[in-house]
């Protein structure tokens, strides 16, 4: 079992970056796959990023690619989502969320996205 701990969210202009982290707790995070989603107001919770356990495969929403960018370091147990040339439409609550090697999913508490424009 991992507990998730999500930082980094905030108020950002159009254009602007933001990176966001995600802490596990737990001795098993390296063999989790670990992913990013967000919840937009009035919106169903979205797929952004998605990190194998070892880092090796990415998967990216098309609406992001190109400009998120998902990260793992295993002996720090963090899973960052570094987010470039944000928009108004980014604005979200965003969730760190692990698969365990059983299938189980550990979400974080999220935390706020803001991009004005």
């Known amino acids: 079992q991992v507990q998730l701990v999500e930082s980094g969210g905030g108020l950002v202009q159009a254009g602007g970056s933001l990176r966001l982290s995600c802490a596990a707790s737990?001795?098993?995070?390296?063999?989790?796959?670990m992913a990013w989603y967000r919840q937009a107001p009035g919106k169903e919770r979205e797929c952004v990023a998605v990190t194998s356990w070892s880092g090796r495969g990415t998967y990216y929403a098309a609406s992001v690619k190109g400009r998120f960018a998902i990260s793992r370091d295993n002996a720090k147990n963090t899973v960052d989502l570094q987010m470039n040339s944000l928009k108004p439409e980014d604005t979200a609550i965003y969730y760190c969320?692990?698969?365990?090697?059983?299938?189980?999913?550990?979400w974080g508490q999220g935390t706020r996205v803001t991009v004005s424009s």
């Open positions: 969320k692990g698969r365990g090697p059983e299938g189980s999913d550990y």
């Open positions: 737990g001795r098993t995070f390296s063999s989790y796959d």
